[in-house]
């Protein structure tokens, strides 16, 4: 999966020269918490809800209303964005637009084509993937077990799965206690839940949670 496949788009941007009044009002309007800056159908900046907020005047601030407007009227988002944007081409694997994220502890990346943004791939749209990589709206026995990280044991989980007449929904591998186990989670249509048990019974080594 790539990330052009997965981006918010069209992408809504921002110009530089926009005051952060109108910015925060415009995150409002699009329920949107971050938006690239075009400058001249260029990238120059990314802002955030965040940068926003921590621009305005404070709710105990001893400035009337009319002081704070006028403040606000004369900062801009060139003043408050970030200028150095971490960016992805659109044909990116999706897994590694997680890993920036994660890594840098940010919550989007603008998506680019030829030079030019064409979308955004945000915390958002990362979590409606893992929800179906999950299978989360979907019924199924779900199970979480410990394996033994040899090569045939996921083929013989499958197989032992796929024999007893069930279907799986998702399935997902993760680091284990140490290099020579791995955790699996994953969610089987058309079996009960002590069918599952059975079938799988002697080849993981411990069952965590199954229902």
């Known amino acids: 999966m790539l990330i052009g496949e997965r981006m918010s788009h069209p992408v809504i941007s921002i110009a530089p020269e926009?005051?952060?009044h109108d910015a925060l009002a415009l995150f409002k309007k699009e329920?949107?918490?971050r938006a690239p800056v075009i400058k001249d159908g260029k990238l120059v900046g990314i802002i955030s809800e965040t940068d926003l907020l921590n621009a305005?005047?404070?709710p105990v601030s001893s400035l009337s209303i009319w002081?704070?407007?006028y403040l606000l009227s004369k900062v801009t988002v060139k003043q408050v964005m970030t200028k150095k944007v971490m960016i992805?081409?659109?044909d990116t694997p999706i897994e590694e637009a997680a890993r920036i994220m994660a890594d840098n502890k940010?919550?989007?990346l603008p998506v680019m084509r030829?030079?030019?943004v064409v979308g955004i791939i945000t915390e958002t749209n990362l979590f409606r993937i893992f929800i179906e990589l999950m299978g989360a709206r979907e019924k199924g026995v779900r199970v979480t077990a410990l394996i033994q990280n040899k090569r045939g044991t996921l083929a013989k989980i499958t197989k032992t799965i796929a024999d007893a007449g069930g279907d799986f929904i998702s399935f997902g591998q993760f680091a284990?206690?140490?290099p020579d186990t791995k955790l699996i989670t994953f969610k089987v249509a058309g079996l009960k839940k002590d069918q599952v048990k059975k079938a799988i019974w002697g080849i993981v080594k411990e069952v965590w949670d199954i229902r």
């Open 56 to 58: 305005s005047p404070s």
């Open 88 to 90: 992805v081409d659109e």
């Open 106 to 108: 940010i919550g989007g």
């Open 176 to 178: 284990g206690e140490d």
């Open 114 to 116: 030829s030079g030019k």
């Open 67 to 69: 002081e704070m407007n």
């Open 31 to 33: 329920h949107i918490r």
């Open 18 to 20: 926009t005051p952060i």
